[in-house]
């Protein structure tokens, strides 16, 4: 199905980094949820580069929305959001030289050199911009049915940030800030590192940690759309998401069964676990407790030092100094991709559960 | 789709551990290819349970070929293999009583108590020996292509096997053993770890480890269809993984750009990357550079230790001592379902890209 | 997805005519619906031959369910059933000689000579008995949510059976007729034109018309899954058919749309038509009147005067007489497979619409 | 997959008549494939309506490639086309009281009121004008490979054109005329009765018949997914859309299997059939003869005269006059359209077939 994803709730992406526009068709979304376009300003405001730590290609994220809204609500038919490009550079870019790293050597490959190979093309982050704006129709359809979710960095440059303690109060507050951190300490020691790295031509990567509150107990599917299995197909699509873990993650490897397994019991008239390592599945369906996982974003591939490549067209080996505007980070920009992500693959699970009209609320 | 998955090459898993059979429908499968059952059983035999590291059921899986086969090779019509359960001891297994760290709890969330709860009922690992029948298959379809997979134990209960050095010849040799890794001596203290998990009614976890050589470059898809996307989401079907990572994954986050990023070189009449950080995928797209994964495999859940667990239908808090036949690890055993969900995914993948008769090879 | 159909709801079919069995693997039926064997094997009786119009092929139909039922229900989980084939004369069948009007020289060009050929291997109308036997799950179903299914032969070798005048009552009753047509005097002067085709060694063809009761309004999607569209696609995988039209069908190309069009009333609280020329379905949605169509069934293209074909090993023009048995009509036997299939089309639809437990009834 | 149809070649709609625009994503085209945007234009006039015979709104159709192509050439990559709607006039419509034949009152049922019922919004005929630009797409690359698709009107009104003799050289002529029939006085009989009907403040149905010639045998799948049914799916969501039939269609009911079947031939070193009852596919696969099938148009649903209805909001029965602009018929519009779905279906079975880059030509 190549560039659209979901059964029940399905999305689209189109759009090159340095053409007209990106944009996104969601179709599926419930008949009736208010669309406010302030929440997706915000929410769109949260990907965008910000200060000295991100490019300074300053798109506005100006987003049209073409239908599927009426009256200031969802229609239930396809919404199709187009977000214009407007503050392009192609000059900065050139098709002979592939940028190690990105995906201008395997576009080659799949595209024969038709490809717009200008800032990326089809491959470019600028499509998380489209990607989030469907994604804040969807976060808000999960809150009118009480799911939320948050995702911090975990860990960037190095610097580790504070575990979630209390997430149904942190995710609020954390979001409203510019960088997403529990602790904002080792978020200004993160920024440094950041800062450190641009310096030096270079940029670093990090991991995201993801947690969901309020999804139902029984979605998802044995075999083979688990929850792991589709949350994971959408978010390794995220540009520089090159590992995905649930639960305890790759740490079970080290563990016992004893340890691992989480202990099952009634309480308040609900069946919970008293742990949680399992990150809210399992055999691939969601048992109640919050959703956790984690998302490694590798460090930016565009960095200002002189890096090998070779011509594609004369095959000769050379040295590429990418010049352009950059971001020497990403991960405190992919936080929200990957919330929009998360949410548009919750959408689906759960209308494909409970049918077309859920979401809506009662 | 649920139980099904691929859009050219697609799977279809049935069956439950302590009914009549589990079994597979491949669809999409090139005519011609040569079928040899000797292959599938011994492909099925590096599935099994082996010696004292592993549980007392010991089937046989003697599979039948229902459809899609005639005179040795495949038709091109949809290929049915049946395994029928004969080893069945259901008397282990009570419905009241939810395993933690197992779906039984899910499952009753999800078929609100009709689901076959015997042995994990369809959440069974007895389904991946119908998976990795149709893993022989699609393994046999690549081999006419000349792509090889191959899966070792990297780590087991706090043991690393050494890395690979030269795929091509040590993949072969690794698979003829019955315990799969690289250094012998590093699988002996594994299988000793393992022994002692045994002993004290524990289990212990891994991390395997797989590489694919002769995959042509150019396949796969930006949004949503990334060869990692699709993989992950097959590979966390699998019981127990609860992560997978390509290439350097999560030590991505303490790196910087200019170590992650692979440089580009012309040689011999190709583009290739002189290192191989990204395992093989750029942009989600194949470079010609071997694909390399790692999947987290958890501590079996099944273990002898009392665990705390509440009685489904009065929802009293109690104590389950399991006692039945299991795992002490199911590490070694998942490797061959890796290959299979590995080699599935990449016939899906290559036919959506070169047509339905390419495996067939020329 | 080939031979794969649904999104909630998903049939996948596999086998050969004379292999070792064909089969059916019913994903997305909800958990709880209770399964008679005694019903199944009804409702596959009235697919099989009968009497003298009919070929001397005389398979049980005797299927064993291999999965996705437990304690006499479904547990949610897929269901396949096996159907064995026993009455098996391969000898009758020739690879070189492809028949005119069959799938025999198509299933060359698609499977280069790796088909089997025998009996028209995974293009046999036998398939359609385990279609008819997920069909049966499928009819059992929607009956716990009051929707009901009939189809009659509305033409068969010139002769017209009755229309529908009180569906609700005439389906029951007609079921039980081994030859469904709504007026015996024309159903018995049918049966005489079979056999005096029969006895030309000829075949003839008809056409069916379903009526479908009880289908909730506002099922369907605008684009592309219509409820026609999703029908349709389905409705000509039976064998035979070629043509398909819903409400008035053809016959509005000579109407005005002052006649086509149906009046809308309110009445006792629901917004009805007061005439279904549209039989119960505009812009792909359900109206919530009865849903009406008809199937055009071509002759049986086995018949057993001498045929002009081709060797397609030497290429040489030559002449085929079919011996083998086989059917001077399929038109009554068609009935059960289109209420099959309408019935597996129709769970998706309201899967989709509704959630997937919604099946199981309140 | 509700808005998006199709597994390698997919198309995706969206918009609403009244809105800002309607559109389309067109994924999975090989890339190279010139885009001449004056065949697109000239494409989309052949959709819009002509003349008296026709509706006074005049959309300019004026589109705008989003998307996927590059320096005049397809990139491989997603091509989203928007069409804005500039000659809206909305006070034409009423929420309250929902056409007969229309889907008002359906897209209430599904919708729950908050459908854009402005022109039909989500149901308009509109957005065939997207789904034509799409098509003009899908032509162009089947063009690469000596594919051609034509439509013409073979009845409307009662009045009957002649049928194809020499498509190969019928098709272009006929397709130069602003009135696709084969038979220009006939097609001057049958805009003689639409201006009658018109006059009357009635409308009129009819017939499309369209072949396509040089698709290469072996195309398409036995179950489900046959070259009838996927076409069949999405001819059924072209609007008025209400019967299918391929080949002889439903005139095989009252013909013999002797006269029905195509006698098979080895003629110029390939298999032939000498007659094309089947119109070009047996089991659901084509056997490279020309494709042969025929829709059937209800009349308009939009007429001039009183028509009964109900209010929505209050159910009171009432009679409705429309005002506003409308077709009195659209037989010869929806040739374009079925056409273009033709176009798209056959691009997605052709690139599952034989791989993303054949449409692209050696």
Known sequence: MKNTFGSSVCVTLFGESHGTATGVVLDGIAPGIEIK??????FLLRRRPVGDISTARREQDVFQ????????????????IVIPNNNVRSKDYSFSLPRPGH????????????????????????????????????VSALKNRGIMIGTHIKKCAGICDDDFTD???????????????LNNEKGELMQQKIRSASTEK???????????????????????????????????????????????????????????????????????????????????????MPIVFRCCIKPTPSIGQ????????????????????????IVHRAATVVDSVTALVLCDLLAQRFGTDWLKGE
Chains 1, 2, 3, 4 share one sequence.
């Open 37 to 42: 376009e302030d929440f997706i300003s915000a």
């Open 65 to 80: 929305i073409v239908s599927g809204v009426f009256n200031g609500k969802t229609t239930g038919t396809p919404i199709c």
């Open 306 to 329: 002189p890096q090998k490549t070779a011509d594609l067209q004369s095959g000769e080996n050379t040295v590429l100094e990418i010049s352009g505007r950059h971001d020497p980070a």
């Open 103 to 138: 995906a201008d050597l395997t576009a080659q490959f799949k595209y024969h050199g038709f490809q717009d190979y200008r800032g990326g093309g089809h491959f470019s982050g600028r499509l998380t911009a489209a990607l989030t704006a469907a994604g804040a129709i969807a």
């Open 167 to 181: 997430p149904a109060s942190q995710i609020p507050m954390m979001q409203s800030k510019g960088f997403v951190v």
């Open 202 to 288: 270079d940029s670093v990567g990090g991991i995201l940690e993801t947690v969901v509150l309020g999804v139902p107990a029984g979605i998802g599917e044995p075999w083979f759309d688990t929850v792991e299995g589709a949350l994971s197909h959408m978010l390794f699509s995220i540009p520089a998401v090159k590992g995905v873990e649930f639960g305890d993650g790759f740490a079970f490897a080290d563990m016992r069964g004893s340890d691992a397994n989480d202990p099952i019991e009634y309480e308040n008239g609900k069946f919970v676990t008293s742990t949680n390592h399992n990150g809210g599945i399992n055999g691939g369906i969601t048992n109640g």
